[in-house]
């Protein structure tokens, strides 16, 4: 217990705490001497929590470690290029590593995390749509500060914003553990940027938290103006946590880019990249970019609370429509950055499971750019009703559509390189199959949107809601499983029981069907969407009570993934070879990966994915691996 | 060769089992809510035929998918890997211009369908609408009289000039398909032709906050005789109510206080109307005052004043009226014994 | 290492490059006041723009074979800079985006501002940039005093910009009645001008981290890559303001 006091992670939560009570109590102090009111229904006032918040995550930073290096470079010290790792074990994850596989392993555990909290949202929201009327969430509770109405619309805003964090850092940290690997490179670009990255997470998640505790907010995670602007505290906290996960993200993705760049082995020619690392690549460029707008325009909504500034404020001659503009902007290309290294990871590990080449690798790295910069002209398609000129519909309308065309090379490549395989199936390959079907799912349920005549019936309905849980969950949650049962030897030089696996699998994927099936159909039938409660007569009681039981079974599946991933940790099967029979270079040497990746470096020799070649190769060490543990 | 033959066979199969399938579980043109508008006619068209484009293209890769997986499975002992086939590109580019044409018709028909549902009649009638939370008013300027009821007479297109008071709200009733966000700052138009007389629901589709789930009115399509003898009703009602009382009512309908507020002791967002004049109110901090005409008159222009016990007073929005308006309101609320 | 001129010659082209761009301002400025035509506004922006990506920020260097010795200063050097424009391109996401919504808020209108002053503080920042460039090329040629020199001007005229805006600009302009409270307009002007403050503030920030630390002697001909990164920096700033000077002060009806 003493050591996890002491651990950045601690010691950051510390700093962050007590700078948030600074930040809030200047603005205080400020406020009492210029004769304003002092407190509020949640002890400060809201000018004094957004200080607070903002200092509270600058205070994070400077108390837990992650930003010394710089201010040494700035008094003109220089550091070491890495330091030494003074921490072994579980504490090595708790402090500031610049490893990029701790820093990995980091962000996929705070991932997980989040997804647990969010999903424990959902469930709590859930059990009160089981039955039509209010059964707990009701007007008389009064819990934080909200009445039951209130916190089933927090709740569920939470449950949206803290999912797609939760995939904004599992994404990331799929990618710090692998495409370093996969380059043969020995950490990121930028070592300490990358643990930034990461730290400057934490601080966000608790702000977002906070929004819970703060009054909580009524708005969706979509946050749209006029009610954001009037809804109570938590909104703030709300849209600072967004923001600061926004820098991660950017940041990340920076990275990546540069790394991707820069710091490839001798002979690894653009076309030699394994597959992921393309996805990598395009996941990050909308990050790098799109990413910025959802910052602005959360901060333009709390700068029009603030200061009165009136942005989206129609009696100051604003406009509410703009803010969705610049929302969008970012939140559609957003749904590729969670699914394109989905898909990554699908097209990575279809080969080494089929024993055969990918089909088509030139076509499934160019869809994955296609995906990215179509994504980035479809933005108003969530916005067909929303009152924007209608002479905008019909391109967007028409550019939504043509991302079905690179998305569909992918699929084809998919099957065609099954055809003639000789299949395996352990559990990394379950989810990448699953995924591809549930992928398929969602993404033919797009074009109904994208349509508009049809959009208009199905707009906020939970014909949507069914729709993104599809796509989401196949393009990411299931290739992240994926991924997870995949490169766990490789992290700990055990694997993942097999049959605890499956169970997971065969528990979550008929859960899953059902959910969101059934989410279609009432949809389709007028259950709306961010409601409390809906009318018995329209006789979707039975349905929501599947549903609700889905969602549960779901829940326990990843209970028990829980369970099997830290049970495997210690008592696992030992797995220390190449586990998977790959050819990918990471396999090559010995698990758990050793301290700066590859003991000699590799050269590329050959195409990755050659499988049933005889005699292929793809990566040539210069030296034979040394087969020694650490 | 075998393999296609057997695969092709399954492809159709499938497709048409996925259809009716979907169809069985309500996700396709059989268990919509009935259609009760002229613009439902070409959604429902458009969306059959999205429905049967998902079911085959699904089954276009799962038949190959769940195909290769039992065929090309590895079985008990069986060493090495598959064929080294790396890619073919004529495939490759068939299977990107094949879907562009199937984009392209869908693109076409998406077109079509939009303009039927944009057809507009000049002749159509204009009702205004108001959006607050959590409730409809609808004005009848032709006729001169507010109701927080929505009738429609059947075969006839309407279009609703909807303006928000507070928030982005949607206009939605599932029957007639269409739907359509009110905006504050700007007026939306819906236009809908009611083809089926019954009762159906607007229901708010975009979250507004706390109550956004009870955001429902009545919407009521009328054949034309029983549409002008409500008409003839609303208006004796109107011109019934010449004292304050009857003007306050009205009021408060045209405002949407009763949205808020019950009459009947009920709970709703706000506090009751019960009763309210000339009791005593409990504040949340533990002050209190009576309900007279100065406290009514400035609960209702700021509402930020007093905190009243149980209610959160940022939930209602300062309204200006008139002093004629806010009496005959008082005269109204003195009525709630 | 093909575009390094002599000390002499690189000094020159600043000269040239920075006349070229004050001509460019007045034109800019005529045009507004007599004609008020948006597209020549928008072609003399997008043209001070490239010059000064490519002669100040030196966009080609991106593009620069930094041999193979993936720990050597000069292949860090390489990474850095893709590193630091990458953050760039995302950073010019933010001015892009208020810009879009200046557009759609304010369409061919504008809020009435001091047209002096909008001048002048433009002329001051781009002389600043004119100083920064002589700075650092001075440090190219291994000159540490002439960088001094140059940071500090740089600093003062940075400073000066900074204290235009917020301290007279915004003053001056809440006389009018323009506040960010007061409309839509007053918002996104002090929005945008706001947030080019904060980038001109961080700015200055890092140049007193470099004079610093070149005060120490840390910079040299070969190595010098924090003076160089407060140079694109700061030129990025001068860059974003080419675009948000006739979009506040030139472009469009004053309201
Ligand atoms: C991972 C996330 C993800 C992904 C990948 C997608 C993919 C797509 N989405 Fe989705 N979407 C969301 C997440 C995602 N979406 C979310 C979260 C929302 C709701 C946000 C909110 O309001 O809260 C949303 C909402 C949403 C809307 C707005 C609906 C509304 O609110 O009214 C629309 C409208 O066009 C849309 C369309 C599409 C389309 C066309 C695709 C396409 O990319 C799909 C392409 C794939 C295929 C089509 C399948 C494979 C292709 C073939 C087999 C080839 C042949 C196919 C054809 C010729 C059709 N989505
Ligand atoms: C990653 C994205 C993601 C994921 C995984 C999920 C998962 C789930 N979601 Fe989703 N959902 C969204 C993203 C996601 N959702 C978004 C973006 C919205 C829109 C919000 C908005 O409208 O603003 C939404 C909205 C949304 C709604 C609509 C709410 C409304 O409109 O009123 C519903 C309703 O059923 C729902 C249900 C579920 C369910 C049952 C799950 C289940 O799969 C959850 C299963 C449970 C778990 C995964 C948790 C497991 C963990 C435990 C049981 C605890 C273990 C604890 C420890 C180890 C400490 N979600
Ligand atoms: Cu009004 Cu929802
Ligand atoms: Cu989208």
């Known amino acids: ?630 | 060769m075998q393999h296609f033959v057997i695969v092709g066979i399954l492809i159709v199969i499938m497709s048409i089992l996925t259809y009716f399938g979907l169809d069985a579980a309500g996700l396709a043109k059989q268990m919509h809510p009935v259609s009760a508008s002229a613009q439902a006619v070409s959604i429902d068209w458009l969306w059959d035929w999205q429905v049967i484009a998902m079911s085959s293209l699904f089954a276009l890769i799962f038949v190959p998918l769940v195909y290769s997986l039992v065929v090309f499975r590895r079985r008990k002992g069986e060493t090495g890997d598959g064929e080294h086939i790396e890619g073919n590109t004529t495939l490759e580019i068939t299977w990107t211009v094949l879907p562009l044409f199937a984009v392209l018709a869908f693109a076409y028909m998406g077109a079509y369908s939009l303009g039927e549902t944009n057809r507009v009649d000049p002749e159509a009638i204009e009702i205004k609408v108001r959006a607050q939370q959590f409730t409809w008013t609808f004005e009848y300027p032709e006729y001169g009289f507010v109701s927080t009821e929505l009738h429609l007479p059947v075969n006839q297109q309407v279009v609703l000039k909807m303006e928000s008071a507070d928030v982005i709200h949607s206009f939605w009733v599932p029957e007639f398909r269409v739907k359509q966000d009110v905006v504050p700052g700007r007026v939306t138009d819906y236009r809908i032709t009611p083809t089926l007389v019954g009762n159906y629901k607007v229901r708010c589709a975009e979250l507004c906050g706390m109550s956004h789930y009870k955001m429902e009115n009545p919407v009521v399509v009328d054949t034309q005789a029983d549409y002008d003898v409500w008409i003839a009703e609303q208006q004796a009602n109107a011109a019934a109510a010449q004292t304050p009382e009857g003007q306050g009512q009205l009021l408060t309908v045209k405002y949407g206080c009763i949205g808020c507020h019950s009459v009947d002791g009920s709970k709703l967002v706000g506090p009751s109307w019960l009763g309210i004049y000339g009791s005593t109110r409990e504040f949340a901090d533990g002050t209190s005052a009576v309900a007279d005409d100065a406290y009514i008159t400035q609960s209702i222009r700021e509402p930020l004043a007093h905190e009243v016990l149980g209610f959160s007073p940022s939930t209602m929005p300062p309204f200006t009226l008139t002093d004629e308006e806010i009496a005959n309101i008082i005269a109204y609320l003195k009525t709630l014994k | 290492m093909s575009h390094i001129l002599d000390k002499s010659s690189a000094f020159r082209q600043g000269v040239v490059i920075f006349v070229y761009l004050a001509v460019l301002t007045v034109l800019e400025y005529f045009v507004a006041v007599t004609f008020n035509a948006v597209s020549i506004l928008v072609v003399v922006a997008v043209i001070k723009a490239a010059l000064v990506m490519y002669y100040y920020m030196h966009v080609y260097k991106l593009n620069e074979e930094s041999g193979a010795d993936a720990h050597s200063y000069s292949y860090k050097t390489d990474t850095n800079r893709l590193g630091l424009w990458l953050f760039l391109l995302s950073d010019s996401f933010v001015f892009a985006g208020l810009m879009t919504a200046r557009v759609n808020l304010l369409g061919l209108t504008r809020p009435h501002l001091n047209q002096l002053l909008g001048l002048a503080v433009t002329a001051v920042l781009l002389i600043s940039s004119f100083f920064m460039n002589r700075g650092e090329t001075a440090m190219a040629h291994g000159d540490k005093k002439g960088f001094m020199t140059n940071t500090i001007i740089t600093f003062l005229l940075g400073l000066g910009f900074l204290l235009g805006v917020v301290a007279v600009e915004w003053p001056l302009a809440a006389e009018e009645g323009l506040t960010a409270s007061s409309s839509a307009t007053g918002a996104i002007f002090y929005m945008m001008t706001g947030m080019h403050a904060f980038h001109v503030f961080t700015g200055l920030i890092f140049l007193v981290v470099v004079w610093n630390n070149a005060r120490k002697n840390i910079y040299s001909a070969e190595q010098h890559w924090g003076v160089e990164a407060a140079a694109v920096y700061w030129h990025f700033v001068d860059l974003v303001w080419i675009f948000f000077y006739p979009a506040l002060y030139l472009i469009g009806k004053v309201l």
């Open chain 1, 1 to 630: 217990m003493k050591k996890f006091f002491a651990t950045a992670f601690a010691r950051g939560l510390f700093w962050q705490f007590v700078g948030t009570l600074l930040g809030a109590g200047l603005i205080t102090g400020i406020r009492a001497a210029m004769g304003l009111s002092v407190t509020d229904k949640f002890f400060f006032t809201e000018p004094a929590w957004v200080l607070g918040g903002f200092i509270g995550v600058l205070f994070f930073l400077g108390g837990n470690g992650s930003v010394s290096d710089w201010f040494k470079w700035a008094r003109g010290i220089d550091t070491p290029e890495h330091h030494e790792e003074h921490y072994s074990g579980w504490e090595k994850y708790f402090h500031v590593s610049l490893d990029h596989k701790v820093i990995g392993i980091q962000y996929t555990v705070v991932a997980l995390a989040l997804i647990s909290i969010g999903g424990l949202f959902a469930l709590i929201f859930r059990t009160e749509l089981a039955a039509s009327k209010l059964q707990f969430l009701t007007e008389d509770l009064l819990l934080f500060g909200q009445n039951g109405l209130q916190l089933y619309n927090t709740l569920m805003s939470l449950h949206g914003m803290i999912m797609i964090v939760s995939i904004l850092l599992g994404v990331a940290g799929i990618i710090n553990y692998v495409v370093p690997l996969l380059l043969g490179a020995q950490d990121m670009a930028f070592p300490r940027l990358n643990a930034f990255s990461f730290w400057v997470a934490v601080p966000a998640a608790v702000l977002l938290l906070m929004s819970l505790v703060l009054g909580g907010f009524d708005t969706g995670w979509t946050g749209y103006p006029p009610l954001s602007a009037r809804a109570p505290v938590g909104v703030q906290m709300f849209f600072l946590g967004v923001f600061t996960a926004g820098w991660s993200s950017i940041l990340g993705a920076l990275n990546v880019i540069a790394t991707v760049i820069r710091m490839r082995s001798k002979g690894m020619t653009a076309w030699r990249m394994p597959i992921f690392v393309w996805a990598a690549v395009a996941t990050s460029l909308i990050a790098l970019t799109a990413t910025q707008l959802i910052g602005l325009s959360f901060q333009l909504v709390m700068f029009q609370r603030l200061f009165g500034m009136g942005f989206f404020d129609p009696a100051k001659g604003g406009n509410p429509v703009l803010f969705q503009h610049l929302f969008w902007f970012y939140s559609h290309p957003a749904v590729y950055v969670f699914v394109l290294p989905g898909l990554g990871v699908i097209s990575e590990l279809l080969p080494v499971f089929a024993r055969k080449p990918l089909f088509g690798y030139r076509w499934i790295a160019m869809s994955s750019l296609g995906i990215a910069l179509v994504g980035f002209v479809v933005w108003a398609h969530h916005m067909f009703t929303s009152g924007m000129n209608s002479y905008l519909r019909l391109p967007f309308m028409y550019s939504t559509l043509l991302v079905a065309i690179p998305t569909g090379v992918k699929f084809f490549s998919w099957v065609a390189t099954l055809w003639k395989g000789k299949i395996e199936t352990p559990t990394p390959m379950l989810f990448v199959l699953g995924g591809i079907v549930v992928f398929l799912m969602g993404g033919l349920s797009g074009p109904p949107n994208a349509t508009v005549s049809t959009d208009l019936h199905l707009h906020d309905t939970y014909f949507i809601v069914g729709h993104f849980h599809d796509t989401i969950f196949g393009g990411f949650v299931f290739p992240f499983f994926a991924a997870l049962y995949y490169w766990f030897p490789k992290a700990t030089g055990r694997r993942m029981n097999e049959f605890w696996g499956k169970v997971h699998f065969w528990m979550m994927t008929p859960s899953f069907f059902v959910l969101t099936l059934g989410m279609m159909r009432i949809g389709l039938l007028g259950m709306r969407r961010r409601i409390a409660d809906y009318d018995p007569a329209l006789g979707f009681d039975t349905t929501h009570l599947i549903l609700t039981i889905a969602g549960y079974l779901i829940g326990l599946s990843v209970l028990i993934f829980f369970f099997n991933f830290f049970n495997s940790i210690k008592n696992g099967e030992k797995a220390d070879g190449n586990v998977w029979n790959s050819r990918s270079p990471e396999w090559q040497v010995p698990s758990p990966m050793p301290m700066h990746n590859y003991d000699q470096p590799f050269e590329v020799v050959g195409e990755p994915y050659d499988y049933g070649l005889p005699g292929s190769k793809y990566v040539e060490f210069s030296a034979p691996a040394k087969n020694t543990h650490k």
